[in-house]
């Protein structure tokens, strides 16, 4: 009895299970009878509507040529399961091979947020970035394929690892170096070092605190404020950079960025009286300048606009917020997209997070065996030295004890 034969048997006779529609449909996939396959997945609709047979049609489709069908199944798929990492993955496949590589991004970005440690998206977002000759995103990723690849002993990882490793060990060399030759006040060759650094590896946001500081205490506040904005979308929650920013903004005369940044670091100084009335003073001295001139707010969104279709989505996200703070009518209407795009650079995060509160809802009921896997995940994806990782681990431990 050939694949087909044995397909029509089980229809027929309805004894066999969905896995053993599944089984045989993966097999003629396999074999390459991808019409087939797409026939007998057809078939298991009448059975279920799960969202990966929307996916394992479109991959037929796709073999078939038939394309544009393909993305309206993958399309279908997360429209049933927006969380279908496997269907975004696809598309993001799709529209690289076709050169698409923003829309190509913007789905890899995707399939991470449900699934952090897909090693396959990582990588092809650190080609895709690298692509677009945005170093600072590329390496990102390729960090992020280096932690969660699954096969550590490939000769394309150990290429990568070796890669990154070495320009990581030249970027601290030249960092450590600037910071001797600055700390004997010779500024030019510090410079220099600091700018070697950051070619071998920019996203230590050091080097770029580091250039900044050099260049401001040289009056020259345009380089300074693009180092240190550099170093503020590799470290959004330093008050130190915000406050930095304001200043150079503020001397600059760019009253509009010296209003934004004053106000964020405003929220991280709320409790420190002083320092909240000096900030907000001057946020007062500032406003007029701007009510005065309404199109400097409004550069801020089409530079938002601009990042966001560029996928540089740090920027996009410091845009966006910043036209908020300068049209707060606004926030109901891009808020939404700044939440996405954080939650886009910042996968790892939201999955903790639900991780736990799934974890903790769990044990709450006592069902420590299934809560286990969700603190086993959080010990997956947090780094070591973390509070996440301490928390996970321990309440992994009551999970275990108790299950």
């Not at 050099?214 to 180092?227: F, G, R």
């Not at 964020?264 to 701007?290: G, M, W």
Request: proline residues 2%.
């Amino acid at each position: 009895m050939d694949n087909s034969e044995a397909k029509s048997h089980i229809i027929n006779n309805n004894e066999d299970t969905q896995g053993d529609l599944a089984q045989i449909a993966e097999t003629l996939y396999s074999d390459k009878e991808y019409e087939k396959a797409l026939k007998m997945y057809t078939d298991m609709l009448l059975y279920s509507t799960d969202s990966d047979l929307y996916v394992k049609m479109g991959n037929c489709l796709d073999k078939l040529g038939r394309t544009d069908t393909a993305i309206e199944y993958w399309q279908k798929a997360i429209d049933i399961d927006s969380s279908n990492s496997n269907a975004f993955i696809n598309l993001g496949n799709h529209y690289y091979a076709r050169n698409k590589i923003e829309l190509a991004i913007s789905n890899w970005m995707a399939a991470l947020v449900s699934m952090p440690e897909e090693p396959t998206a990582n990588l092809n977002l650190a080609i895709a970035y690298t692509m677009k000759q945005m170093t600072t995103e590329a390496f990102k990723y390729y960090d992020r394929y280096l932690k969660y690849a699954q096969d550590k002993t490939s000769d394309k990882y150990k290429e990568i690892q070796a890669q990154i490793e070495k320009n990581k060990k030249l970027a601290n060399d030249y960092l450590k170096l600037g910071v001797q030759y600055q700390a004997t006040g010779d500024k030019l060759s510090a410079l220099k070092c600091y700018k070697r650094a950051s070619l071998y590896y920019p996203n230590f946001s050091k080097i770029q605190l580091n250039i900044g500081s050099l260049y401001y205490a040289d009056k020259n506040y345009e380089e300074a404020s693009k180092h240190w904005t550099k170093a503020m979308y590799l470290d959004p929650n330093y008050p130190k950079t915000i406050s930095n920013l304001a200043v150079c903004h503020d001397m600059l005369k760019q009253f509009d960025y010296a209003y934004c940044y004053y106000t964020i670091f405003a929220s991280y100084v709320i409790n420190q009286p002083e320092d909240y009335n000096r900030v907000i003073t001057r946020c007062h001295k500032i406003k007029p300048y701007l009510n005065e001139n309404p199109l400097l707010i409004e550069n801020h969104i089409l530079i938002a606009k601009n990042a966001f279709a560029n996928c540089d989505y740090s920027k996009a996200i410091s845009e966006f917020k910043n036209y908020i703070i300068l049209k707060p009518q606004e926030q109901e209407v891009y808020w939404e997209l700044v939440n996405k795009l954080e939650q886009y650079l910042n996968p790892d995060r939201v999955m903790i997070d639900a991780c736990s509160d799934k974890g903790i809802k769990l044990m709450g009921e006592h069902k420590f065996k299934e809560a286990q896997k969700y603190f086993a995940r959080i010990l997956v994806l947090a780094d070591s030295g973390s509070a996440d990782y301490a928390n996970a681990r321990r309440k992994f431990g009551i999970c275990l004890q108790n299950s």
